[in-house]
């Protein structure tokens, strides 16, 4: 009845209030840690936009390939939660399935995403688990027929994302003529783009160019240095500014001068203390800010954009 209404809290137990004020709180903290950010401090609210990475489903990787029903559920929790906070669009950062070229896992993956609102752009990535840890011409075309293609360009209003096959750079040599073809696109791709005032160029792929520093040894987890200084060489020379990646399992965070490697913790199963989540990344004409947001303090929304 009209005047009736009471928060709903009041009727728990004592402790179970607290913590339910508390995840409250914690919600709103990840927001406003997004949103006051200083790269943001005098942006006007009609510039933002926000949108959300998501990065190693997986499906099938929590009981090696024996079922994925855990890994679906994540997907599943991931993709009603985008829906519910409505951002202006959804990159998944590759290894989409555990098994490459799985039909049930691929199948189980388009099921799943397929669910996501239409008027929310998703934009889907591969990883070595789609295409095999040395792709091969084979291993692409087959991913290119599965999910689409492995390099392309996308453009939400002053963003584009330039999106890279991360396999080919940490190992090239059984595709050759596929790398090559990459890397002088994205040469073209970034000189293009770069003359366009007012475009934020961010690059979106699976492995890590980094961890921590920019010169840090090879290894499983990044791209080899002499790929490696190659590539960010080129990025800085066309004023690039963030490379968002996954892979890890886990959340890091490295510097390169002016530009920012954000390495996302994973849908799918995670690795030492990190828990299944996501990143908010908020837009505006000045930069980007984000945060890694566990499923258990997901936000009810995200702050209203006019």
């Known amino acids: 009845m009209p005047g009736s209404a009471h928060h709903p809290s009041r009727n728990l137990p004592k402790r179970k209030r607290g913590l339910m004020l508390k995840r409250i709180a914690v919600m709103a903290a990840a927001l406003a840690a997004v949103a006051a950010t200083s790269a943001w401090r005098g942006s006007q609210p009609a510039e933002r936009f926000y949108f959300i990475q998501l990065t190693d489903p997986q499906l099938g990787m929590y009981r090696a390939d024996s079922d994925f029903v855990q890994d679906a559920a994540n997907l599943e929790f991931a993709i009603a939660s985008v829906n519910r906070l409505h951002p202006a669009?959804?990159?998944?950062?590759?290894?989409?399935?555990?098994?490459?070229?799985d039909s049930a896992?691929?199948?189980a993956y388009h099921r799943i995403t397929g669910k996501l609102d239409r008027s929310i752009m998703l934009y889907s990535l591969p990883g070595?688990?789609?295409?095999?840890?040395?792709?091969?011409?084979?291993?692409?075309?087959?991913?290119?027929?599965?999910?689409?293609?492995?390099?392309?360009?996308?453009?939400?209003?002053?963003?584009?994302?330039?999106?890279?096959?991360?396999?080919?750079?940490?190992?090239?040599?059984?595709?050759?003529?596929?790398?090559?073809?990459?890397?002088?696109?994205?040469?073209?791709?970034?000189?293009?783009?770069?003359r366009e005032r007012g475009t934020q160029i961010v690059v979106f792929q699976h492995h890590p160019w980094f961890l921590?520093?920019?010169?840090?040894?090879?290894?499983?987890?990044?791209?080899?240095?002499?790929?490696?200084?190659?590539?960010?060489?080129?990025?800085?020379?066309?004023?690039?500014?963030?490379?968002?990646?996954?892979?890890?399992?886990?959340?890091?965070i490295g510097h390169d001068g002016p530009i920012e490697m954000i390495t996302t913790g994973p849908v799918g199963k995670p690795f030492?203390?990190?828990?299944?989540?996501?990143?908010?990344?908020?837009?505006?004409?000045?930069?980007?800010?984000?945060?890694?947001?566990?499923?258990?303090?997901?936000p009810n929304r995200l702050p209203v954009v006019k």
Request: glycine content about 10%.
């Open 212 to 252: 921590a520093q920019p010169t840090e040894a090879n290894q499983y987890f990044n791209i080899p240095v002499e790929i490696r200084a190659r590539y960010l060489a080129l990025f800085k020379r066309y004023g690039v500014r963030y490379l968002f990646s996954g892979h890890y399992h886990q959340n890091a």
């Open 89 to 101: 669009f959804v990159v998944i950062t590759g290894d989409l399935v555990n098994k490459p070229g």
């Open 105 to 107: 896992q691929v199948a």
């Open 128 to 194: 070595n688990h789609d295409i095999g840890n040395i792709p091969t011409p084979a291993t692409i075309a087959r991913y290119r027929r599965q999910f689409g293609p492995d390099h392309y360009v996308f453009r939400s209003g002053a963003l584009a994302g330039v999106v890279l096959n991360s396999s080919l750079l940490q190992q090239p040599d059984s595709a050759p003529g596929e790398d090559a073809a990459q890397e002088k696109w994205l040469g073209d791709t970034l000189a293009a783009l770069s």
């Open 272 to 298: 030492g203390d990190t828990k299944s989540g996501m990143r908010i990344v908020m837009v505006t004409d000045s930069g980007l800010a984000h945060r890694y947001v566990e499923f258990g303090d997901l």
